[in-house]
């Protein structure tokens, strides 16, 4: 069964910086699509940072050059490091797999940013 589970959310000021981490069960990152997603209060979910199978990464326009994601394949891990942390960031943040064209998802961990 897999499961996915955040961590590393919380409060921080404008100009901060946060990590967040997906930790996986039942499956292995390497050679699979992985992804941060995010959801602000009355908007709809979005892609934050994509890396692909072969270790590409794309980034959402808003935070390029500010946030950066990475795998780690011996701890079985996905990481997304926040810089320049501005309130528009504030979200809940996702851990998403795609397994044979099928999402999986975690809970989710809560960033917010104040001013």
């Known amino acids: 069964q897999v499961q996915l589970v955040e961590s590393g959310g919380g409060l921080v000021q404008a100009g901060g910086s946060l990590r967040l981490s997906c930790a996986a069960s039942?499956?292995?990152?390497?050679?699979?699509?992985t992804g941060w997603y995010r959801q602000a209060p009355g908007k709809p979910r979005e892609l934050v940072a994509g890396?692909?199978?072969?270790?590409?990464?794309n980034y959402a326009d808003s935070v390029k050059g500010r946030f950066t994601i990475s795998r780690d394949n011996a701890e079985n891990t996905v990481s997304l490091q926040m810089n320049s942390l501005k309130p528009e960031d504030t979200a809940v943040y996702y851990c998403?797999?795609?397994?044979?064209?099928?999402?999986?998802w975690g809970k989710g961990t809560l960033v917010t940013v104040s001013p």
């Open positions: 998403n797999i795609i397994i044979t064209g099928n999402n999986y």
């Open positions: 039942g499956v292995t990152f390497r050679f699979r699509a």
């Open positions: 890396l692909s199978s072969g270790g590409t990464a």
